[in-house]
């Protein structure tokens, strides 16, 4: 339950920081975790990114202030951090389907994205089992690509991603590199909003690395280690969304904010998240 009160006192920061500046990190010190995972935390709960909430709050608020309380238009652009009337016009149409100017007309029709409030909700009705081991230092090697978050493209670009790196052969040549024949899906943290960097790659050999491949070194950590039921290994998306929305409030763990890993065999598909207590 702390868990989610300090979900919501991130809410109500942001809530009363919308004609400000919002600091990630600050929000994210509620919740007693890195920016980065708050806000992979908050996307996977509410399935909208952060700086899209934020977005949609303050022109919801934006409305309100042009429609009802008579503001001038370049007055709530800039309060609501937009550089030009032009961009914040861009923006509030479309999301209302309508210039902001249009918006003072009577019956006009404009869109409200309410605040968000979190909740205890009974469910985890199917088990999830887990343990906490200690990894080691691991040094692997492969391919990096930026995910986008906004409107969950990244939904659509992880798949694709493990289909390009059948389809064109990188898995087979990435096998002089190997120790073994686990192949690790590693989700790291990327200072950019809207976006993380996701790697397909190999526990590496140190056999030289002439073709430039990206070398990444996972460090030594206490992680939560889940095994994806068979059923869901065609969905691992959805798994995952239930260890943020199910596992973590309910056991007390914190995310580290280091890389979270998948590992993937010919038997499965095992998920590590680096937490702790």
């Not at 032009?86 to 994205?113: C, D, M, W």
């Not at 790196?165 to 120790?179: I, M, R, V």
């Not at 869901?232 to 798994?239: M, S, V």
Request: proline letters at 3%; aromatic letters at 12%; charged letters at 25%.
């Amino acid at each position: 339950m702390d868990w989610l009160l300090g979900m919501n006192q991130s809410v109500n920061y942001i809530e009363d920081n919308l004609d400000g500046d919002i600091s990630y990190s600050t929000a994210a010190k509620f919740v007693c975790c890195s920016a980065y995972e708050f806000q992979r935390i908050f996307s996977f709960m509410t399935k909208v990114t952060l700086s899209e909430y934020i977005r949609k709050r303050r022109l919801t608020l934006a409305a309100h202030d042009i429609q009802i309380n008579k503001e001038k238009i370049t007055d709530v652009a800039i309060k609501y951090g937009y550089d030009s009337p032009a961009a914040f016009s861009r923006a509030f149409k479309e999301q209302h389907g309508t210039t902001p100017i249009s918006a003072r007309n009577e019956g006009v029709l404009l869109k409200t994205y309410p605040l968000i409030s979190f909740k205890f909700v009974i469910q985890g009705v199917d088990k999830m089992e887990y343990k906490i081991i200690h990894k080691d230092e691991v040094q692997v090697i492969g391919m990096s690509r930026k995910m986008i978050t906004k409107n969950n493209e990244h939904w659509r670009d992880i798949p694709k991603f493990w289909d390009d790196f059948k389809l064109t052969g990188l898995k087979d040549k990435l096998n002089s590199f190997a120790l073994d024949d686990v192949v690790f899906a590693i989700t790291t943290y990327s200072e950019e909003p809207d976006c993380f960097w996701y790697m397909l790659a190999v526990a590496y050999n140190h056999v030289q690395n002439t073709d430039n491949y990206d070398v990444m070194t996972i460090p030594a950590g206490t992680y939560a280690v889940f095994e994806v039921p068979s059923e869901n290994e065609d969905n691992i998306g959805n798994f995952t969304m239930r260890i943020f929305n199910e596992w973590l409030p309910s056991t007390g763990y914190k995310l580290t904010g280091e890389a979270e890993i998948e590992c993937c065999t010919k038997d499965g598909t095992v998920i590590w998240m680096p937490i702790i207590q």
